[in-house]
């Protein structure tokens, strides 16, 4: 589980430290009303995680009501275009259309399983509110889902989705009116429902313990990826960063094993140079957002600067504080793909493997076309995190078609 | 100033039987030219220290009042230097003890002996970090002690008496008693939290309790007068800021509802 840094062997670490830290990441900058609500949730999650019980309903549930485990599918036509051997995770094929559903089940059971009687959550693009959503239908709980104007305009199909589940889409005009300003909202509303309510962070972000509680629901990515790979070995595994849940899903499990290069790919936006991305690894700084400390897009006052993406999950200023300590120890690197190559990877799955792949998820898919050259005779697995049916009136309007 | 200024008050208050009233105004507002007057107007009107909100991109513990403020100091310039600056000369013209209200994020940004020095240079008296509790205070409280200032921590309806201890044990310049759960905004009714909050607090220290969020017309800050050393309001005022047509004299003539009720 070691891999070399500058001499020095990086450890993952199987759980934060008391502080609720990765290395010098994480922690919990909250306002002291919801700081009691943070304790007792990791106490309560921690309890849930080490109870054969609630892990067995947990992975029973993703088993017959979310359609796991997700296939590896050998993408032959798209290795042959681009020279490398391209396994993809399938979790566009999860229920919900992607690996959303993962979180949002085991945090809605979990809400459950401490009496909370209401669920809120932040969307960007929309699929973590239909995951929410779903679970509150399945588990009967209600549901508000907090969604910026500008997002709730480009994920129109999700926002009916959420809807026909019975969950109540509210708008967030504030700032950009994106994914950050969601989060905010989500925040202000759960300061002053903690007592009924369980607030399900979409992504790895957010005070101690949402960090450690998505990765460990969302490690189901990584570890039956490995399973299925049957002994075979990869050289390089691809996942998008947006908060990054995802990617720490996937990575986890593979993290610190010997030869295996674990390539975290941001939003280029309109490219770096032009300041308007979602690159918080790549050309951020750290800083604390969402409370949390982590790579973040901050002026030298630390104002929070506002992200650009074409994709609504990635169009995020900040990044999980494990992918920070990831960053920094060596154990992943990052890298970007602007808003054109991912329409470009949008455009080269379909065509190439019948698969739409999220605009999210493109940006994987792109920078394995992009990186071809280096990745040649290599076997690279990309993490599919969702499917683009949502983003089809965008791809549409950009590309001309429709 | 530093952090004695906070100090004397709040032993003033209590020699003299009454509860302080702490009134909150983001910097730049009702506009980036009156802001120190708008301070001015109410030391006038028997305010006894201040809350100077230095506008953060990001205010998550605000509701929209405060929100729309701190949008709109930004947009009209200012800037954590233009804040402190603002601080200075209000602490200047009135000779109150003011705090210097902001986020965690500028604090670890500047580094937290950076920004509680420039805080002093501005004469701050005290820093109020919205989003700093207990367990990641230690750094900034220890900046703060540093550079001669106090940090104020958190209490809400939610903390547990064994919290509430650890919280008193830090020796806060004061508490700030979160008096209904949510964020800062006004509510047209109060809750039992306020007065049961302060009982407890009470119980445990005589660290110095000023209750904040929610509070906002003078029925209810005299209803917890007698279970505080202080008052703070902020969204009652930051609205007649962005609202009214004469911001200055509608602030003070709040403040002064708002100091007549507490002296009652």
Redesign the interface.
């Known amino acids: 589980m070691t891999t070399a840094v500058g001499g020095r062997a990086a450890l993952r670490m199987d759980r934060p430290d008391e502080?609720g830290r990765f290395g010098d990441y994480g922690?919990?900058?909250?306002?002291?009303?919801?700081?009691?609500?943070l304790q007792r949730l990791a106490t309560d999650f921690a309890d849930a995680w080490a109870d054969s019980g609630f892990v067995a309903h947990f992975h029973d549930l993703l088993e017959k009501y979310t359609g796991r485990p997700t296939p590896l599918h050998a993408a032959d036509h798209l290795s042959e275009e681009t020279g490398t051997r391209v396994l993809l995770k399938r979790e566009d094929l999860a229920h919900t259309g992607a690996h959303k559903i993962n979180n949002a089940i085991g945090q809605a059971i979990l809400a459950t399983r401490t009496g909370k009687t209401r669920l809120i959550a932040e969307t960007g693009a929309g699929q973590h509110g239909v995951a929410t959503a779903t679970a509150a239908a399945y588990t009967g709980l209600e549901c508000v889902v907090y969604m910026g104007e500008k997002d709730i305009e480009r994920q129109s199909l999700n926002v009916q989705r959420m809807r026909m589940l019975g969950a109540d889409v509210v708008p967030v005009s504030?700032?950009a009116a994106t994914l950050?300003d969601a989060v905010?909202e989500a925040?202000?509303d759960w300061?002053?429902?903690?007592?009924t309510t369980h607030y399900i962070i979409g992504s790895a972000v957010g005070p101690h313990p949402f960090p450690w509680m998505v990765r460990e629901f969302q490690r189901i990515i990584g570890d039956e990826s490995i399973r299925q790979l049957e002994g075979e070995s990869v050289d390089v595994v691809v996942a998008c960063v947006g908060g990054g849940s995802n990617a720490i899903g996937m990575f986890y499990p593979f993290a610190g094993r010997d030869g295996v290069d674990l390539v975290g790919v941001e939003a280029a936006g309109h490219g770096i140079r032009t300041g308007r991305h979602g690159a918080s690894i790549g050309a951020g700084s750290p800083?604390?957002?969402?409370?949390a400390?982590t790579y973040m897009l901050?002026d030298?006052?630390?104002?929070?600067l506002e992200a650009h993406s074409i994709s609504a999950g990635l169009d995020y200023p900040g990044v999980g504080p494990e992918h920070a300590y990831f960053a920094d120890t060596g154990l992943a690197r990052y890298v970007s793909i602007t808003d054109e190559e991912a329409l470009g990877g949008v455009d080269l799955l379909s065509r190439t493997e019948g698969i739409i792949p999220a605009l999210e998820s493109a940006h994987a898919i792109a920078w394995v076309a992009k990186d071809a050259a280096r990745l040649a005779g290599k076997t690279v697995l990309v993490n599919l995190s969702g499917r683009g049916d949502k983003d089809m009136d965008m791809i549409a309007a950009k590309a001309g078609i429709g | 100033m530093s952090r004695r200024g906070l100090d004397d008050l709040f032993a003033r208050v209590r020699a003299e039987g009454r509860t302080a009233f702490l009134p909150f105004m983001t910097a730049g507002l009702p506009s980036p030219d009156r802001t120190v007057e708008c301070f001015e107007a109410m030391a006038d009107a028997g305010a006894d220290a201040f809350e100077v909100g230095i506008p953060?991109?990001?205010?998550?513990?605000d509701?929209p009042t405060i929100?729309v403020a701190s949008?709109r100091a930004?947009e009209q310039g200012m800037?954590?230097?233009g804040g402190f600056d603002v601080l200075r000369r209000v602490v200047e013209a009135t000779g109150k003890p003011s705090l210097a209200m902001s986020?965690?994020?500028?604090?670890?940004?500047?580094g937290p002996d950076e920004f509680s020095r420039r805080a002093a240079d501005a004469g701050a008296a005290g820093l109020i970090i919205?989003?700093?509790?207990?367990?990641?205070a230690a750094p900034v409280a220890e900046a703060c002690d540093r550079s001669g200032i106090g940090l104020v921590?958190?209490?809400?309806?939610?903390?547990?008496d064994e919290?509430l201890e650890r919280i008193a044990a830090r020796a806060p310049v004061f508490i700030y008693g979160?008096a209904e759960?949510?964020?800062t905004g006004e509510r047209d009714e109060q809750s039992d939290h306020p007065r049961t909050l302060a009982a407890r607090i009470r119980a445990i220290t005589r660290v110095p309790l000023v209750m904040g969020v929610g509070i906002s017309t003078p029925v209810q800050a005299e209803a917890l007068a007698p279970y505080v050393d202080g008052i703070i309001v902020g969204s009652a005022l930051v609205r007649r800021a962005l609202q009214s047509p004469r911001p200055i004299t509608d602030i003070a003539e709040a403040t002064r509802s708002l100091v007549d009720a507490l002296s009652e």
Do not use: C, W
Not at chain 1, 300 to 304: A, K, P, W, Y
Not at chain 2, 153 to 160: K, N, S, Y
């Open positions: 502080q922690g919990m900058f909250a306002p002291e009303t919801l700081m009691p609500a504030a700032g950050k905010n925040m202000r300061v002053r429902t903690v007592e800083g604390i957002l969402h409370g400390r901050q030298d006052e630390g104002q929070v | 953060y991109s990001d205010p998550m513990m509701g929100q949008a930004i800037t954590l230097k986020y965690a994020n500028p604090v670890f940004r500047l919205a989003d700093l509790p207990l367990e990641e921590l958190f209490a809400a309806p939610t903390t547990q919290r979160v759960l949510g964020v």
